[in-house]
């Protein structure tokens, strides 16, 4: 997710996953599963279980598939053993591209990768190529309505966020990773809801694409992301909003 409006973009991809729900299911009850696996089963504590929590909040994913993956973590049941490997490269008009994966097959997901980046006009690069242009940040998206944009800076602030962003119905809240438990705590303490919140990978710089190669880039992103193996594409690439909704 990146751009100029990072909540343009989160609720684009969320309006296209809603088209392919189990597969979305899927991938975040896999994510939960590595979390536990790798941090134990409380969230406190366990920064990865909790965003994936987070997730399948958003996703409205059923209570029983998240135990039936938390309980798969923690060894309750067996299950295929993943690995995690980061894909690198660039997109149409030199975007660049990093691609999450969770594979029990590294020679298919690199295959399936590398096939997919050159077919829609880009190409697969070497580990590091592209990583340093991004860093790892929290988002928070509060509606409009939940709180006066001043008193929002103020709390966020206080408790360590590093900007307040308004757009046109919603506030952005960018924090370091290490502040985000905390500036979660402040917003609820003062019953101020999110709509989003997650640590995610932003683009230091941006590509601003016109209309052509924005729709080569979504191409690819939504080929990326239907791939079973894939939890999370990240890009730098400003897709125009004004055609999206045609």
Known sequence: MSGHSKWANIKRKKGKNDAIRGKITTKIGREITIAVRMGGADPTGNMRLKLALQKAKENNIPKENIKRAIQKGAGASEGQSYEEIIYEGYGPAGV??????????????????????????GNLGETGCVAWMFKNQGVFIVAGDQA?????????????????????????????PEVFDAVEK?????HIETEHAQITMVPDNTIALDEEGGRKLENLIDALEDLDDVQDVYHNGEIPDDWDEE
């Not at 298919?108 to 990768?113: D, F, I």
């Not at 944009?149 to 757009?167: C, F, N, P, Y």
């Open 186 to 190: 402040a917003l609820a303490d003062n």
């Open 148 to 176: 006066d944009e001043d008193r929002l800076m103020e709390i966020a602030l206080e408790a360590g966020a590093d900007d307040v962003k308004a757009e046109e119905d919603s506030f952005e809240i960018q924090t370091a």
């Open 96 to 121: 660049a591209v990093t691609v999450n994966v969770l594979t029990d097959n590294r020679n298919r997901a690199a295959a399936e990768v590398r096939h997919l980046f050159s077919k829609h006009g």
